[in-house]
Protein backbone atom coordinates (compact mmCIF):
# COMPACT_ATOMS: atom_id res chain seq x y z
CA UNK A 1 0.00 0.00 0.00
CA UNK A 2 1.28 3.35 -0.67
CA UNK A 3 0.27 4.60 2.37
CA UNK A 4 2.74 2.60 4.44
CA UNK A 5 4.89 4.35 2.71
CA UNK A 6 3.51 7.80 2.60
CA UNK A 7 1.52 8.28 4.87
CA UNK A 8 -0.10 11.70 4.63
CA UNK A 9 -2.39 13.05 1.66
CA UNK A 10 0.32 15.58 0.59
CA UNK A 11 3.96 16.25 2.17
CA UNK A 12 7.15 17.75 1.27
CA UNK A 13 10.35 16.38 2.11
CA UNK A 14 13.15 17.93 1.94
CA UNK A 15 11.73 20.19 -0.84
CA UNK A 16 14.54 22.92 -2.56
CA UNK A 17 14.00 24.99 -5.30
CA UNK A 18 15.54 28.17 -6.82
CA UNK A 19 14.69 30.33 -9.80
CA UNK A 20 17.12 33.21 -10.43
CA UNK A 21 17.67 33.11 -6.68
CA UNK A 22 16.74 30.28 -3.93
CA UNK A 23 13.00 30.12 -3.03
CA UNK A 24 11.94 26.96 -1.39
CA UNK A 25 15.32 25.38 0.99
CA UNK A 26 14.75 22.60 2.81
CA UNK A 27 10.61 22.81 3.10
CA UNK A 28 9.07 19.70 4.92
CA UNK A 29 5.38 19.83 5.89
CA UNK A 30 2.12 17.44 5.58
CA UNK A 31 -1.17 17.66 5.50
CA UNK A 32 -3.61 14.83 6.04
CA UNK A 33 -7.00 13.53 4.31
CA UNK A 34 -9.69 15.96 5.46
CA UNK A 35 -7.37 18.55 6.96
CA UNK A 36 -6.81 21.86 6.13
CA UNK A 37 -3.21 23.90 5.60
CA UNK A 38 -2.95 27.58 5.79
CA UNK A 39 0.55 28.74 4.15
CA UNK A 40 1.41 32.08 5.56
CA UNK A 41 4.20 34.48 4.68
CA UNK A 42 5.16 37.77 2.83
CA UNK A 43 5.22 38.29 -0.98
CA UNK A 44 7.27 36.30 -2.94
CA UNK A 45 8.38 33.75 -0.43
CA UNK A 46 7.09 30.82 -2.19
CA UNK A 47 3.69 30.25 -1.33
CA UNK A 48 2.22 29.79 -5.26
CA UNK A 49 5.45 28.17 -6.11
CA UNK A 50 4.88 25.34 -3.42
CA UNK A 51 1.40 24.67 -4.94
CA UNK A 52 2.83 24.74 -8.24
CA UNK A 53 5.01 21.75 -7.10
CA UNK A 54 1.75 19.68 -5.63
CA UNK A 55 0.26 20.23 -8.94
CA UNK A 56 3.06 19.28 -10.67
CA UNK A 57 3.71 22.32 -12.91
CA UNK A 58 7.44 22.64 -10.89
CA UNK A 59 9.59 20.04 -10.05
CA UNK A 60 12.10 20.32 -6.80
CA UNK A 61 15.95 20.71 -7.04
CA UNK A 62 16.18 18.45 -4.82
CA UNK A 63 13.65 16.09 -2.51
CA UNK A 64 10.72 14.61 -2.63
CA UNK A 65 6.75 16.01 -3.43
CA UNK A 66 4.34 13.63 -1.65
CA UNK A 67 0.28 14.02 -3.35
CA UNK A 68 -2.18 11.33 -2.89
CA UNK A 69 -0.19 9.47 -1.28
CA UNK A 70 2.33 8.90 -4.09
CA UNK A 71 5.81 10.41 -4.65
CA UNK A 72 5.14 12.68 -7.99
CA UNK A 73 8.83 13.82 -8.10
CA UNK A 74 9.37 12.11 -10.83
CA UNK A 75 5.71 11.55 -12.90
CA UNK A 76 5.56 12.05 -16.24
CA UNK A 77 2.99 14.53 -17.75
CA UNK A 78 0.93 11.69 -18.13
CA UNK A 79 1.11 10.35 -14.54
CA UNK A 80 0.65 13.96 -13.73
CA UNK A 81 -2.66 13.94 -15.23
CA UNK A 82 -4.12 11.03 -13.19
CA UNK A 83 -2.72 13.23 -10.10
CA UNK A 84 -4.52 16.14 -11.70
CA UNK A 85 -8.01 14.62 -11.26
CA UNK A 86 -7.81 14.22 -7.70
CA UNK A 87 -6.35 17.76 -6.54
CA UNK A 88 -7.65 21.16 -8.40
CA UNK A 89 -6.46 24.13 -7.91
CA UNK A 90 -8.69 27.51 -7.53
CA UNK A 91 -6.98 30.10 -9.28
CA UNK A 92 -7.10 33.79 -7.97
CA UNK A 93 -8.43 35.21 -11.01
CA UNK A 94 -10.98 32.27 -11.22
CA UNK A 95 -9.89 31.62 -14.78
CA UNK A 96 -13.59 31.59 -16.20
CA UNK A 97 -14.72 31.95 -19.54
CA UNK A 98 -15.97 35.39 -19.96
CA UNK A 99 -18.20 34.58 -23.61
CA UNK A 100 -19.77 31.52 -21.05
CA UNK A 101 -22.89 31.92 -18.30
CA UNK A 102 -22.27 30.78 -14.64
CA UNK A 103 -23.74 28.00 -15.40
CA UNK A 104 -22.41 27.07 -18.78
CA UNK A 105 -18.90 27.61 -17.21
CA UNK A 106 -19.47 25.13 -14.64
CA UNK A 107 -21.33 22.56 -17.40
CA UNK A 108 -18.12 22.95 -19.51
CA UNK A 109 -15.81 21.43 -16.97
CA UNK A 110 -18.67 18.53 -16.75
CA UNK A 111 -18.24 18.43 -20.82
CA UNK A 112 -16.02 15.02 -20.58
CA UNK A 113 -17.93 13.30 -17.97
CA UNK A 114 -19.40 10.08 -19.81
CA UNK A 115 -20.60 9.27 -16.32
CA UNK A 116 -23.59 11.54 -16.77
CA UNK A 117 -25.96 12.36 -19.76
CA UNK A 118 -27.51 15.52 -20.21
CA UNK A 119 -30.33 16.08 -17.57
CA UNK A 120 -27.81 14.49 -15.03
CA UNK A 121 -25.31 17.56 -16.30
CA UNK A 122 -27.95 19.84 -15.63
CA UNK A 123 -28.98 18.21 -12.31
CA UNK A 124 -24.53 18.29 -11.26
CA UNK A 125 -24.68 22.29 -12.30
CA UNK A 126 -27.19 23.09 -10.16
CA UNK A 127 -26.64 20.82 -7.32
CA UNK A 128 -23.00 22.71 -7.29
CA UNK A 129 -24.35 26.46 -7.55
CA UNK A 130 -26.67 25.50 -4.68
CA UNK A 131 -24.05 24.25 -2.60
CA UNK A 132 -22.07 27.45 -3.15
CA UNK A 133 -25.39 29.33 -2.74
CA UNK A 134 -25.13 31.31 -5.97
CA UNK A 135 -28.08 29.25 -7.60
CA UNK A 136 -29.51 33.15 -8.85
CA UNK A 137 -26.40 34.09 -10.90
CA UNK A 138 -26.24 30.98 -12.95
CA UNK A 139 -27.57 32.98 -16.20
CA UNK A 140 -25.25 36.12 -15.48
CA UNK A 141 -21.98 36.33 -17.11
CA UNK A 142 -18.58 36.65 -15.09
CA UNK A 143 -18.28 40.34 -16.03
CA UNK A 144 -21.39 40.32 -14.11
CA UNK A 145 -19.66 39.37 -10.91
CA UNK A 146 -17.66 40.80 -8.22
CA UNK A 147 -14.35 39.49 -7.45
CA UNK A 148 -15.79 37.25 -4.61
CA UNK A 149 -19.18 36.01 -6.87
CA UNK A 150 -16.12 34.81 -9.31
CA UNK A 151 -14.08 32.82 -6.84
CA UNK A 152 -17.08 31.19 -5.65
CA UNK A 153 -18.54 30.07 -9.21
CA UNK A 154 -14.54 28.90 -9.75
CA UNK A 155 -14.73 26.84 -6.18
CA UNK A 156 -18.16 25.40 -8.09
CA UNK A 157 -16.05 24.45 -11.16
CA UNK A 158 -13.42 22.61 -9.60
CA UNK A 159 -15.62 20.51 -7.45
CA UNK A 160 -17.31 19.30 -10.84
CA UNK A 161 -14.67 17.23 -10.85
CA UNK A 162 -15.39 15.57 -7.43
CA UNK A 163 -11.60 16.00 -5.93
CA UNK A 164 -10.32 14.72 -3.36
CA UNK A 165 -8.12 18.03 -2.73
CA UNK A 166 -8.15 21.07 -3.43
CA UNK A 167 -5.76 24.16 -3.44
CA UNK A 168 -6.65 27.95 -2.76
CA UNK A 169 -4.17 30.45 -3.64
CA UNK A 170 -5.19 33.83 -2.06
CA UNK A 171 -9.37 33.46 -1.74
CA UNK A 172 -9.78 36.45 0.12
CA UNK A 173 -7.71 38.84 -1.54
CA UNK A 174 -9.05 41.89 -3.14
CA UNK A 175 -12.73 41.37 -1.64
CA UNK A 176 -14.09 42.84 0.76
CA UNK A 177 -14.83 41.84 4.52
CA UNK A 178 -18.36 40.34 4.23
CA UNK A 179 -17.76 38.40 1.01
CA UNK A 180 -13.93 37.33 2.65
CA UNK A 181 -16.22 35.96 5.46
CA UNK A 182 -18.96 34.20 3.47
CA UNK A 183 -16.09 32.58 1.27
CA UNK A 184 -14.47 31.28 4.91
CA UNK A 185 -17.81 29.47 5.12
CA UNK A 186 -18.02 28.09 1.97
CA UNK A 187 -14.63 26.46 2.47
CA UNK A 188 -15.43 25.10 5.89
CA UNK A 189 -18.77 23.71 4.63
CA UNK A 190 -16.67 22.05 2.12
CA UNK A 191 -13.86 20.95 4.22
CA UNK A 192 -16.82 19.05 6.54
CA UNK A 193 -19.71 17.84 3.72
CA UNK A 194 -16.75 16.30 1.24
CA UNK A 195 -14.10 15.68 3.47
CA UNK A 196 -11.80 17.97 1.50
CA UNK A 197 -8.37 18.40 2.09
CA UNK A 198 -7.04 21.81 1.28
CA UNK A 199 -4.34 23.19 1.00
CA UNK A 200 -4.91 27.28 1.53
CA UNK A 201 -2.38 30.17 0.37
CA UNK A 202 -3.65 33.51 2.57
CA UNK A 203 -2.59 36.68 4.41
CA UNK A 204 -6.08 36.80 5.78
CA UNK A 205 -5.75 35.34 9.66
CA UNK A 206 -9.27 35.27 9.70
CA UNK A 207 -9.61 32.82 7.11
CA UNK A 208 -6.62 30.72 8.72
CA UNK A 209 -7.91 31.27 11.80
CA UNK A 210 -11.41 29.58 11.32
CA UNK A 211 -10.28 26.85 8.40
CA UNK A 212 -6.42 26.00 8.91
CA UNK A 213 -6.06 23.25 11.36
CA UNK A 214 -2.15 22.83 10.56
CA UNK A 215 0.22 26.29 9.24
CA UNK A 216 3.30 26.71 7.66
CA UNK A 217 4.70 29.70 7.95
CA UNK A 218 7.36 30.27 4.94
CA UNK A 219 10.12 33.36 5.74
CA UNK A 220 13.36 33.77 3.84
CA UNK A 221 13.06 30.75 1.89
CA UNK A 222 11.96 28.43 4.97
CA UNK A 223 9.36 26.64 6.76
CA UNK A 224 9.84 28.64 10.48
CA UNK A 225 7.02 27.31 11.69
CA UNK A 226 4.92 24.35 11.17
CA UNK A 227 2.26 22.93 13.55
CA UNK A 228 -1.22 23.39 14.74
CA UNK A 229 -3.09 26.59 13.97
CA UNK A 230 -4.13 26.92 17.40
CA UNK A 231 -0.24 26.75 18.75
CA UNK A 232 0.97 29.74 16.20
CA UNK A 233 0.54 31.71 18.68
CA UNK A 234 2.99 30.42 21.17
CA UNK A 235 5.49 30.75 18.12
CA UNK A 236 8.38 32.80 19.46
CA UNK A 237 10.22 33.75 16.12
CA UNK A 238 9.99 37.24 15.78
CA UNK A 239 8.80 37.58 12.26
CA UNK A 240 5.56 35.29 13.30
CA UNK A 241 4.90 37.50 16.04
CA UNK A 242 4.96 40.56 13.99
CA UNK A 243 2.58 38.84 11.43
CA UNK A 244 0.58 38.51 13.98
CA UNK A 245 0.68 41.50 15.75
CA UNK A 246 -0.47 43.48 12.50
CA UNK A 247 -4.07 44.82 12.30
CA UNK A 248 -6.20 44.50 9.67
CA UNK A 249 -5.65 48.10 8.17
CA UNK A 250 -1.82 47.02 7.64
CA UNK A 251 -2.82 43.49 6.76
CA UNK A 252 -4.95 45.29 3.46
CA UNK A 253 -1.54 46.47 2.46
CA UNK A 254 -1.04 42.84 0.73
CA UNK A 255 -3.89 44.90 -2.14
CA UNK A 256 -0.43 46.66 -3.12
CA UNK A 257 1.21 43.71 -3.16
CA UNK A 258 -0.63 42.57 -6.42
N1 LIG B 1 8.24 30.07 -13.07
C1 LIG B 1 9.09 30.87 -12.42
N2 LIG B 1 10.29 31.20 -12.96
C2 LIG B 1 11.16 31.98 -12.30
N3 LIG B 1 10.94 32.52 -11.07
C3 LIG B 1 9.78 32.22 -10.49
C4 LIG B 1 8.79 31.39 -11.12
N4 LIG B 1 7.72 31.27 -10.29
C5 LIG B 1 8.03 32.00 -9.20
N5 LIG B 1 9.25 32.57 -9.30
C6 LIG B 1 9.90 33.38 -8.28
O1 LIG B 1 9.86 32.67 -7.06
C7 LIG B 1 9.64 33.56 -5.97
C8 LIG B 1 8.44 33.08 -5.16
O2 LIG B 1 7.26 33.29 -5.92
P1 LIG B 1 5.80 32.94 -5.43
O3 LIG B 1 4.91 33.24 -6.57
O4 LIG B 1 5.75 31.57 -4.87
O5 LIG B 1 5.58 33.96 -4.25
P2 LIG B 1 4.32 34.06 -3.26
O6 LIG B 1 4.80 33.70 -1.90
O7 LIG B 1 3.19 33.30 -3.82
O8 LIG B 1 4.05 35.62 -3.29
P3 LIG B 1 2.66 36.47 -3.38
O9 LIG B 1 2.16 36.60 -1.97
O10 LIG B 1 3.09 37.78 -3.92
O11 LIG B 1 1.73 35.72 -4.29
C9 LIG B 1 9.49 34.94 -6.56
O12 LIG B 1 10.73 35.60 -6.45
C10 LIG B 1 9.16 34.67 -8.02
O13 LIG B 1 9.64 35.71 -8.83
MG1 LIG C 1 1.41 33.82 -4.73
Not at 130 to 152: C, I, N, Q
Not at 170 to 175: A, F, G, L, S, Y
Not at 195 to 201: C, D, H, K, P, R
Request: some cysteine.
Amino acid sequence: MPEDEYPHYVEFRHVYKTFDRPVLKDVNFFVDAGQTLAIIGRSGVGKSVSLGHIMGFMKPDKGQVIVAYQDITQMSEQELRRIRKKVTMVFQSGALFDSLTVGENILFSLELREDYNEQNKEDVVNGLLEMVDLAHVKDLFPADLSTGYKRAVAIARALAAQPECILYDEPTTMVDPIMSDDLSNLMLRLKRQLALTSIVVTHDLDLMRKVADTVMFLYKNEAIYFGPVNELDKCQHPHVKQFLAMDRVEISGKIEEE
